[in-house]
């Protein structure tokens, strides 16, 4: 499988992949998808201004139709163009926006680690958006302290970007302190038994303390029907009115909007500008987005980090992609940093307080050693 | 009059910033379509808004001059809908947390004074424009006012009149032209009003059903539209002869009939949703006062000033506080000219007229105040005479000029040479022989006439008050 | 079962038999796991509309030309005349 969508032929060192959500002005970028053919970005996203004079842009990676995976069993799980680069070597890292944690589990599935950042701390200026409240610039690299690395260089405050913190500039280096590693019991029991062996071998080099992440039985659905609606609304602006995909078949503005968004959209972003609306219509709206909004807001207040640094979850859970939601949910709805890796053969996470990436980077060297 | 008409009004108004609400495309109204347009306002991906801080100052200044709560943190939603002239495919409004609620507006009719309440005031994103070719059965599409900062005032069903509606919107057209809040002129669409009415009978206790009417673009078609309206829902009422339902109907000035709009199915369902790219705003104490502190005095205090302190009649004292732009001229002229009266009856008298032929209003005319009150010396001081004085104006509108120095370089100083003029007034009388004949035989007017070829006579230059004493002597 | 018909209209699509029934069928199971959701009790809590605690990030109102019409207008599917274009749409 090609990953590349377009290949710039570049070679060497300190390259890297950009998933093809994030512009490079007067170059193509689709998203995945067929309504954005032809379309040319009209600006450079923030990242690609801050780290083009320290890393070469290899390529844009084939993604996901607005990066929406398929959540059901029975469908295919190819790897994504953005993990798959860099395992094959083309390049040493690449950037996505990882909002239902496909980039998560494949990196650590496949040996490479996942660096998602605190929402809030990388510029969302040139990203195409997808989930708004979630989304969020991560990295996939062989190396977490050069991802990292690359990392201090491209978050940091833009004015152009309404929603992040103030701070100019981050540095990730390793804080050396002792870290208290809280462990979910319950979720942890969920995963394979060579998985809690790991995590257990992991919690060793740790203090630790149990956590009771109370309403994790119903992340997936918070996590579902918040995203549904913020994406069904972000893509409403794909209808063949004044740019992208318009379909050759109409006769009325009805039709160009219908055949447009029909023709265009793939299976997956479909599903989800249905589920959106009906989660937003004046008669659910109380039932289901009102309703994860608050359930959001305890899932938050739940993990207070007092008494303990990061959490650690598995990588998965079970056969399901709906239930593996789950396990990476917690991040993007609480906006709080997350890395996943492989420690001893299996796909391991944890998770930092807001602002925190510090912690993740020294729990990662630890156990590195 | 067995029937009652109830009115609840929603008012559109464009903030005056210079920038839109979520992107920095300049939102000055004229340009050519397409021209103030970026990725962001065209719906592209990848630009995300970036609120407009001017935006929210005035929609406080708004709310302090109709006397409203001013809510301590707001925030935006989304309002979801399909439209060509809405390129993300919702508009950016505010339903939980509006900026202001619970105001009022005084308003004056000939009935007397009435106050009118405000439900709320909310900023919103305003969509772009279609125009329709019938050529080609095409709508085009100029993004120019999309994402241009607007508040809707809404108000509470307190109308009973088209003259309650009219006196309302010109007193919310002063108080937030004063404010610096809007122009709020109708014919560039910076004021856009949609009524809501109903009628009921007397005394009744329930509202009856209520229609919205859009598409009025003058206070003459909304008042046209109002009395149109509520008579057909009567005749509805008194004749059945056809059943009302709430619905959105148009009103068209050429007919000036209203015409319901076709039913959309689903219309009203907007999904409505926090927008989570915006964050809140909260609106300190301070931050208020500063508006407050800054906003320009009101017309109402204005025309106390200009009655009570300086002496103006009420009557030129309404028609100079009218006008935010008439108001400022005078106000800025007086610093170079501290004459009043004389002051007033130039703008009003003379600099009025004068626009008037140009095809501009009292808030489109521009002049340079210095100049003007420069003008207005010269003439008090009787360097020039008032003719010389209003033609010069009319340069000085025109042309810029700088009146000190055209009076001097075209030698329009005024004649009080009695010697000269008293020969031009003897030529006259002798070449005009038979009009003082006529004078003479009890025809007034005539000396008007005499006075006039003796000013031709003397370029327009000379003193009219020695013309006419000269003139008499004379005569007698 | 959802009322697809209902939905794709809000939503400007129009779905084949298969995407129908497809959709039909995740939608269901999507909906049948909200349940979860009754069974919690949220009175207390407010809704959290964004994780970043952030407020009063505003912009000076200072007009910037991003660029020429033409190019904007490129990306239009149909032009005429400065503006962009579709069918005649009365409403």
Known sequence: MDYFIIDYNVEGQNTLALEDSIMQKGRPITAGSKMLDNFIAPINATVVDKLSNEYKIAGKTVMDEFGIPSFFSGESDEISGAIKAVVDNAVSFSLCNDVFGKYRKQAADNKLCYIHPTYGTVSRYGLVPVASSMDQIGIVCKDMREGFKLLSLIAGNDEKDGAMFSEKSYSYDNNEQDLTLAIPDSVIRMADKNVQDAIGDFAKNFKTTSLDLEHFNVYKQVMYILSCAEISNNISRYDGVNFGYRTSNYTNIDELYTNSRTEGFGYHAKLTAIMGTMVLTENNYKTYYDKAMKLRRLIKDGVSFEGYDIIVLPCDIGKDPYDNLSLYSLANLAGLPSVSFSYKGQGIQLIANVRKESSLLTAWEVCMK | MKYEVVMGLEVHVELSTNSKLFCACSSKFGAEPNENVCPACLGMPGMPAVTNKRAIELGIAAGLVTNSEITKTISFDKKNYFYPDLPTGYQVTQLFAPICKNGWVEIETEKGKKKITLSQIHIEADAGKLVHDNRTDTSLIDYNRASVPLIEIVSNPDFRSAEEVVAYLEKLRQLLSFANVSDCKMQEGSMRCDVNISVMEKGATEYGVRTEIKNMNSLKAIAAAINYEAQRQIDALETASEELVQETRRWDDSKGQTFSMRQKEDA?????????????????????????????????????????????????????????NLSDIFDKTMEYFSKPKEVANWIIVELLSIAKGDNKGEDDVKIDCKKFAKLMELVDSKVINRNVGKDLLSLVLTEDIDPEKYVEENKLGMISDTDMIDKVVQEVLVEFSKSVEEYKEGNQKVFGFLVGQTMRKLGGKANPQLINSLLKKHLS | MID???????????????????????????????????????????????????????????????TTREELLSYAPEQSDGYFQVPKTID
Do not use: C
């Open chain 2, 268 to 324: 009203t369902d907007y999904r409505y949703f926090p927008n989570t790219e915006l964050m809140p705003i909260s609106i300190e104490d301070k931050w208020i006062e500063e508006v407050r502190a800054n906003l320009p005095e009101a017309a109402h205090d204005r025309f106390l000033r200009l009655t009570e302190k300086l002496g103006l009649s009420e009557y030129d004292s309404n028609i100079i506080t009218g006008s935010k």
């Open chain 3, 4 to 66: 697809i018909n209902r939905y794709q209209s809000m939503a400007k699509l129009s779905l084949s038999e298969s995407e129908r029934a497809r959709i039909s069928d995740h939608a269901d199971i999507l909906v049948k796991s909200f349940d979860e959701l009754e069974k919690i009790n949220v009175d207390n809590a407010s809704p959290l509309i964004s994780v970043l605690n952030e407020s009063n990030i505003l912009r000076e109102d200072i007009p910037r030309k991003f």
